[in-house]
């Protein structure tokens, strides 16, 4: 996952997007924590699929946990969205960092959202229009830090400061920034760990810098196939790289720093996704420069 330069970040030849944390202006944001949450069991899988030229793609053993039902299902995807004790009821099933752990730093969950809210943030994303995407892109340039990579970005679009809160109640104590991406032909980011510092600035206006801690994507597209490319692949796991399709109202996180990258798109039609990253003050680990140090 990687965005244009902006300030507040420091990036690394990994490349990395800069976060939500660090707006053009003035290189800092406000972003908000939470209190902590017991948490339950959620259907969930380390399972990568899907073809992809050069990269081996092994099964995977395949997890099932219980999923509780959808206690609102009277609510319209907005109401849902901005139903504080329901999403909190729902998010409760993930033990984020547990899941992460027993998958050796990755897992997939699957059914991520009531399927009549994960429809309905998809219809959010295909109502934005073409002028509030912004493209993202650099050619590889390791002088500069830059790896190659090209998608359209945004964040400001109507209901998705709705949709970023839900997602920031996976890890409730920590601080966050999420972004949504739209993938055409072509559009791809060659690997890269996501390593990268910002700037946080807190609610009693001291600023920190931060790093990224944990990384998720959340895949917003119907009938994904295999064909269409646009794959993560984890460049870490174990008996070589393993490619996940991005298979609709599932969710990939993996702790950061990590090896991945987002296989070239081969369709017209647009492969939509929600990413960002869960932040933790100070340094979590060093940056790798230019120079290849």
């Known amino acids: 996952m990687v965005k244009g330069k902006s300030k507040g970040t420091k990036r690394s030849s990994s490349g990395g997007l800069v976060p939500e944390a660090s707006p053009?202006?003035?290189?800092?944001?406000?972003?908000?924590?939470?209190?902590?949450?017991?948490?339950?069991?959620?259907?969930?899988?380390?399972?990568?699929?899907?073809?992809?030229?050069?990269?081996?793609?092994?099964?995977?053993?395949?997890?099932?946990?219980?999923?509780?039902?959808?206690?609102?299902?009277?609510?319209?995807?907005?109401?849902?969205?901005?139903?504080?004790?329901?999403?909190?009821?729902?998010?409760?099933?993930?033990?984020?960092?547990?899941?992460?752990?027993?998958?050796?730093?990755?897992?997939?969950?699957?059914?991520?959202?009531?399927?009549?809210?994960?429809?309905?943030?998809?219809?959010?994303?295909?109502?934005?229009?073409?002028?509030?995407?912004?493209?993202?892109?650099?050619?590889?340039?390791?002088?500069?830090?830059?790896?190659?990579?090209?998608?359209?970005s945004t964040k400001t679009a109507r209901g998705l400061p709705d949709f970023f809160r839900v997602l920031s109640l996976l890890l409730p104590e920590s601080l966050w920034t999420m972004s949504t991406a739209k993938y055409v032909q072509s559009n791809h980011i060659e690997p890269h760990d996501d390593r990268a510092y910002t700037n946080v600035q807190m609610e009693d206006g001291s600023v920190h810098e931060c790093s990224r801690e944990i990384g998720v994507i959340y895949y917003l597209t119907k009938d994904w196939k295999p064909e269409y490319g646009g794959h993560f692949v984890d460049r870490e796991a174990d008996g070589g790289p393993q490619a996940y399709v991005p298979e609709f109202n599932s969710l990939v996180a993996f702790t950061v720093p990590r090896w991945h990258e987002v296989t070239g798109v081969t369709t017209q039609r647009p492969r939509y996704s929600v990413f960002g990253w869960f932040l933790q003050p100070g340094h979590l680990y060093p940056l790798q420069t230019g120079d290849g140090n």
């Open 24 to 152: 053009p202006s003035k290189g800092t944001k406000k972003v908000k924590g939470g209190k902590k949450r017991r948490l339950k069991p959620a259907q969930a899988s380390a399972e990568g699929a899907g073809p992809r030229t050069g990269v081996a793609v092994k099964a995977v053993k395949k997890r099932k946990l219980p999923k509780q039902p959808n206690p609102y299902p009277q609510l319209s995807c907005q109401e849902w969205m901005n139903h504080y004790p329901c999403v909190k009821r729902w998010m409760a099933q993930y033990r984020l960092r547990r899941l992460i752990q027993e998958g050796n730093g990755i897992v997939k969950i699957r059914d991520f959202l009531p399927p009549h809210v994960a429809h309905g943030v998809l219809k959010l994303l295909e109502a934005i229009p073409a002028k509030k995407w912004t493209p993202t892109e650099a050619a590889r340039d390791y002088q500069h830090n830059n790896i190659s990579h090209q998608f359209w």
